[in-house]
């Protein structure tokens, strides 16, 4: 009796013993890679002293890959509630380095990011992000927006958590009381360790012009209401920028309100993700409500690329999957820039990429080329242009950047006869004159930079009054706000500039335009509504 115990201890630890050496060997592994890691980093310093950049650039970047690789694996098996290495503590051990090296990532490659980008301008504070949730089922429709697709057509595009969710969007007249449907189509991407909901775009129609629609996406969910554009002049644009997604940001779209315009147009720099891809699932969130009324017509801007050096990641990742525009309606090849009319044909607005080739025997610029070429101006009395980076511009921040796009293309709006070109950008409202090369023209462009929507940066508070463009710059100030373009009919419009005052949307700028079909050669006419203080 007094025996048993001592027979049963060896037995007790005999079966400790296979999950102890696991254990030794899973550690000695780890002490193993330490070791190779660190042996790497100075065979990497050695080569950075010695080796030419593009070497070290091509050697970092299989580093990376080496790393990279399995974690990721890790994360897609981990993701599927597979196991990566066959037992508990091995999935445990690598699940913490493959977390440890995301963490490191992340960090490292929003402050390259941020640093990237900085420039000579010091901005004032940043104001708080506003970060929307989603508290909904899965299979129901989140950060839904609308764009155009032809004359009678609407895109409708939306994000599920559910990936399997379908892409069908119900519509009709009266709330609740669908009487057609359409089929689309579903899209993933991957961004590092992010992995997208689906994000699905449907297109409905034929639509009626001028009419309100009931809709509702993926048969789960809210129902949704939107205004179609008119297909008659009068027609009027809001026109954004720099839009971000804080406190000034919301204030911003509380000024727009929900119903009085007709379509919005913005000129790039939409999320500010910045690499943080959740941040443009709430952005969809934040403009939702009024994205999903009314179409949004957006091209992109330097915050919507999100490259970085050794990490190979295709720009536009994100903006593209997420905001698809009309290009192959237009002739484009890209979605980062294209064209569209309104007002049924009255208006033909064009959308160009500061940030795709533009240069002489670029794509971009023999599509530019042939878009403007069919434009009949009889027919389309209004020719509108969207840019991000702004060809002319007094404040100190982003001096120069839009020059060699200017340079590049500027005699082809002014031969078109393009009636107003909108930037963004510059974190400010500034109003030009018509203008040509440098000088007053009255057959040129009237410019508008607009980038004052309400991003996390703040303001570019500095304007330079010795500028060489200040004679030539009419309206300048350093606020957060939106415009209006009202095209009241074949021959005049009226430009309106709203400033965020508190709960109301001052009007500080108005001026009124004449277009340039008509052949007239005048000056835009100022009511006199805003002063001259910079």
């Known amino acids: 009796m007094a025996t048993e115990p001592a027979a049963s201890s060896p037995r007790r630890d005999d079966t400790r013993k296979p999950h102890i050496t696991f254990l030794i060997r899973t550690l000695l592994l780890a002490c193993k890679i330490a070791r190779v890691a660190a042996a790497l980093i100075r065979v990497l310093y050695l080569v950075a002293l010695a080796a030419p950049a593009k070497s070290l650039l091509a050697a970092a970047t299989a580093a990376f890959a080496l790393v990279n690789a399995p974690c990721l694996r890790y994360m897609n098996q981990a993701a599927l509630g597979r ?14 380095m493959a977390h440890s090296w995301r963490l490191l990532v992340q960090g490292l490659t929003s402050l390259m990011f941020l ?14 992000l506003v970060l929307m949730a989603h508290d909904k089922p899965a299979s129901h429709p989140q950060q839904v927006h609308i764009s155009v697709v032809g004359a009678k057509n609407m895109r409708i595009s939306w994000v599920t958590d559910d990936r399997s969710a379908p892409s069908v969007v119900e519509y009709g007249r009266s709330p609740g009381k669908y009487t057609a449907s359409a089929t689309g189509d579903h899209i993933t991407y991957h961004y590092f360790f992010y992995k997208s909901g689906a994000i699905h775009h449907v297109t409905i129609g034929p639509l009626d012009p001028g009419t309100t629609y009931y809709y509702r996406c993926g048969k789960a969910g809210d129902e ?20 971000g997604q804080t406190g000034w940001t919301a204030s911003t779209l509380s000024h727009i309100g929900g119903g009085d315009y007709d379509m919005l147009l913005l000129p790039g720099d939409l999320s500010y993700a910045d690499t943080r891809q959740p941040l443009w699932d709430s952005f969809g969130r934040l403009v939702q409500p009024l994205a999903s009324a009314r179409p949004w017509m957006v091209t992109e801007g330097n915050h919507e690329m999100e490259t970085l050096p050794v990490v190979e990641l295709a720009p536009f990742a994100a903006y593209n999957a997420r905001w698809r525009m ?44 042939a878009d403007l ?20 511009n007094t404040n100190q921040a982003h001096q120069g950047e839009g020059e060699r796009m200017r340079l590049a293309m500027e005699r082809m709006l002014y031969d078109a006869r393009v009636d107003v070109v909108f930037a963004g ?7 030009f004159t018509r203008i040509y090369d440098n000088e007053a023209d009255s057959r040129g462009p009237m410019y508008i930079t607009i980038g004052d929507g309400g991003n996390r940066e703040g303001l570019a508070l500095r304007f330079i009054e010795d500028h060489k463009s200040a004679h030539l710059s009419v309206f300048r100030e350093a606020s957060f706000g939106h415009g209006r373009l009202r095209i009241v009919n074949e021959t005049s419009a009226v430009w309106t500039w709203h400033r965020n005052d508190d709960e109301y949307a001052t009007v500080r700028d108005e001026v009124w335009l004449e277009s340039l079909a008509a052949g007239k050669q005048s000056l835009a006419t100022t009511t006199g509504r805003h002063t001259d203080e910079l």
């Not at 196991?83 to 913490?96: K, R, Y």
């Open 326 to 369: 009309p290009h192959a309606e237009s002739g484009s090849r890209s979605n980062l820039y294209y064209s569209f009319d309104a007002a049924g044909g009255a208006a033909h607005v064009v959308m160009l990429g500061s940030y795709a080739a533009f240069g002489e025997g670029s794509e971009q610029r023999r599509w530019l080329e």
């Open 115 to 128: 640093c990237a980008r900085a420039d000579e301008y010091v901005r004032p504070p940043p104001s708080p």
């Open 83 to 96: 196991s990566f290495t066959g037992t508990f503590c091995g999935d445990l051990l690598v699940g913490a």
């Open 425 to 431: 950008h510059v974190h400010a409202y500034e109003r």
């Open 373 to 392: 070429a069919r434009v009949d101006r009889r027919r389309t009395p209004w020719l509108l242009v969207l840019l991000h980076a702004p060809w002319y």
């Open 224 to 243: 949704f209401r939107l205004r179609t554009p008119p297909a008659t002049l009068p027609i009027e644009f809001v026109v954004i920028g720099d839009l």
